[in-house]
Structures are given as C-alpha cells and as structure tokens.
C-alpha cells in the first residue's frame, strides 16, 4: 500500500509556469480576430489556436506586474468547488462548468486559474491532472478525493463532499482566527496608545516635575525613566523587536522542533488551549470522515489528514498512527498509542470499525467537535472583552495616575 502511494506522489506532474498572450490572427473566413490566452509558450498558443481553426497572425506575451492584484483565498477554492459541484450535478459538462465558473468569477487571479484548468482539460488533460499543475491551491487531499471521483465514475458526488468538506474547515479557521484576533488587536492598539504617552505625553509633564524641584514618587520616576529610555533607544527597540522577529519567522520555518514545542505550549495553554484541541480533533474527525467515504485506503488517507489537522502535534500524532495501522493495527488501536484523543472519539471509532460505518460516526464526531469549537469561541469572546478592558484600562489609567501623583502630593502639601 505504502508502495503504491509512493509511486502515485512520484507520477504527479509537476507545475508548469504559464503566461498570457496577446493574439492575433484570422478565422476560415478570413475574417480578423483578436483575444488572449495563457500557456506556458507561444507555441503551445498557435497550437491551440490551429486545433481551433484560427490562423495565428502575431503571438505577444504580456508583461504583468501584479500590482493590487487581488490574491486567491481558501474562500475561493471552496466557492470554486461548491459551483462546480453544483453544475455537474444539474448536468452541465465538466469543460463548460469550468468555463461558467471561470468567467463569472469576480477575481482575475480566480479567473486565470479555472481558465487555465480548464484549457489543460481541453487538451486532453485529467482533471486531477489539470489541479495537480496548481499545488498552492489545491492540496493532496483536494486531489485524491478528485482523483477517487474520476477513477469510479462519481465525480459530482465527489466534489459535492469536497465543498462540504471545504465549507466545514473554512468555518473553523474564521472562528479560531475570531477567536485570536480580536484581543490580539485591542492589546495592539492599547500598547500602541500606551507608548504614544510615553513618548510625547510624558515629557510635558516631565518638564513640569522639573519646576518643583522636589523628589518624585517611585511610581512616577519608574515612568519617567522608562519615558526616557524609549525616546533615547528607539531606534535600537525597533531594530531589536525586527531582528527578534525575523530570527522566529526563520526558526518557524526551519525547524520542525520549534514548531511542535510552540504547538504544544498553545494546546496547553489555559485560555486557547482546549479551542486549539476541539478544532484539531473536528479537523481530524472530518477530513478522515472525507476520504474514508471517498474509497480512499485508510493508510493513503492518513497522508493527507496529518497535513489538515492544523496542528503539528495532532499532525505527528496522525502520522505515528499510519505506521501503525499499515502494520496491521486498526484505527481506534492506532489512536490508543496517542495521549490526545478523548475517550468518546475513540469509542465512536471503535463503533465505526465494527458496524462498518466509520465515515458516518467521524462526521458526527466532527459536527459535535465544530460545534464545540463555536460554543467556546462565543464564549471566549465575552470573557475576554472585560479582561481586555481591564488591562487597557491598568495600562493607560496606571501612567495616568503616575503623572498625576506628584501634583496631587503638592496640591496636599499646600
């Protein structure tokens, strides 16, 4: 099994890069005619323009700068795959789907790629094929399920589950990034408010505890220092805070022990953690859930799940439980060696195995995990909106007091 998936990952096509021309050339008519096209070189351009009947005049690459160019989300590719669900399920050709599809979206990135499928598929090109060429947006796991589709002859139904599949993981991520972002912003902008006083509202106040000459309260000269240091080595706080930045982002990626040990700081933490865990285990139970149904073995399957976890731990996890499971073992034995899996969701496994209905207990297993991860960020959100008031308001209200104290001290003494 293991042998046939290394043989499969070592017969995807590589992407090729493409361009757009510019072209001009006559009809049978002999009537002149103009449009553009994207392709990896003029001539696979004038070929195709003679397989059409047209005779290519002049063939012009166009220089693109994408500049503004609007980028393409994983929104689009799950709009994308619920349109073209849609449309072959009404009987509409998978070529003409593309097509509709293609000129009727409102992104020109967007519009490129289904474009550019879609003349893939015109020359004679698979549609796993066709969607292997563009790795950044469409995965593995997009492809094997397409893959499964086309291979059993139920490509609609397939692509109707990616949708599904799609729409469910899309919804997770807005509510984890929900979940982050908001205070991650407010604390933003109560840091930035903070070092704006620090920075031109201290010194005022600075130069008039100068004009009473007498000492100033410890509170308030711990501000005042700190107003001074920030003023006099901004520059290095900034170079500083861009290097520590830099030397992360490139850890981050560099290595994968970095990456597991921060992942399990965030499941362990008390605030994040058990939304970072509910979210790992919907991931894990829908995106098995996926490819089970689809006729995907179970080992190639785990392949594509341990990327779709959002989690490295969970990821590693997945991949521990492949080897296991192409050893012999079954699922719920597998996540038995692993230390992150609740009792219940290796129960409802362990049910699945035996009833031979394993697709159908994951999906319930992921609707009640989804639905979890919605509950605790609702929650989440009206526990940190107080919390994150109260740290704004000890910030900005600790400085105030600060600069206020040696005047209420002089106001006491005279």
């Known amino acids: 099994m293991a042998t046939k998936a290394a043989a499969r990952k070592a017969a995807k096509p590589k992407a090729e890069k493409t361009y757009e021309y510019a072209w001009t050339g006559t009809d049978r008519r002999g009537k002149k005619i103009k449009g553009k096209m994207r392709a990896a070189n003029d001539a696979i351009v004038r070929a195709d323009l003679r397989r059409q009947g047209v005779n290519p005049v002049k063939v012009q690459k166009l220089i693109s ?29 998978l070529v003409q789907a593309l097509d509709i599809v293609g000129k009727g979206h409102n992104n020109p990135a967007m519009q490129e790629l289904v474009l550019s499928i879609k003349a893939d598929i015109e020359g004679g090109t698979s549609l796993t094929n066709a969607l292997r060429k563009h790795p950044l947006y469409f995965d593995d796991l997009f492809c ?20 599904t599949y799609k729409e469910k993981t899309e919804s997770i991520k807005k509510k984890i990034k929900k979940a982050l972002i908001y205070p ?4 933003s902008v109560g840091i930035l408010v903070t070092a ?15 004009s009473f000459g007498a000492e100033l309260p410890a509170f308030t000269q711990l501000v005042v220092d700190m107003s001074r240091y920030i003023r006099d080595n901004w520059v290095f706080i900034i170079l500083g805070i861009a290097a520590v930045t830099i030397i992360l982002v490139n850890v981050w990626k ?17 605030v994040f953690g058990s939304i970072m865990h509910k979210s790992a285990l919907a991931r894990f139970a829908r995106t098995t859930s996926t490819m089970f149904a689809a006729g995907v073995p179970m080992v190639e399957a785990l392949d594509s799940v341990a990327g779709a976890t959002g989690s490295v731990v969970y990821g590693n996890a997945v991949k521990e439980m492949r080897e296991d499971i192409a050893t012999g073992q079954s699922l719920r034995l597998a996540m ?4 992150l899996f609740p009792h219940m969701v290796k129960q409802m496994v362990a049910i699945g195995e ?18 979890e991860v919605d509950n605790a960020v609702d929650a989440l959100s009206s526990l940190m909106e107080p919390m994150i008031m109260v740290i704004l308001g000890t910030l900005v209200g600790g400085l105030v007091i600060a600069m206020y104290l040696p005047i209420f001290k002089l106001g006491t003494a005279i």
């Open 65 to 93: 700068f994408n500049i503004g160019k609007p980028k393409i989300t994983t929104g689009d590719i799950a709009v994308f795959s619920r349109q073209l669900a849609t449309m072959m399920k009404s009987g509409v050709p």
């Open 144 to 163: 094997n399920l397409v893959e499964a589709g086309e291979q059993a002859g139920v490509l609609e139904t397939l692509l109707d589950r990616i949708a």
């Open 184 to 187: 991650a912003a407010v604390l």
């Open 196 to 210: 704006i006083i620090l920075i031109f509202v201290v010194p005022v106040f600075e130069e008039l505890f100068q």
């Open 254 to 270: 560099r290595s994968p022990k970095f990456r597991e040990s921060i992942d399990r700081l965030m499941l362990k933490s008390p």
């Open 336 to 339: 038995e060696q692993q230390q």
């Open 354 to 371: 035996e009833s031979g209905s394993l697709d159908d207990m994951l999906s319930k297993v992921a609707d009640f995990y989804e639905e």
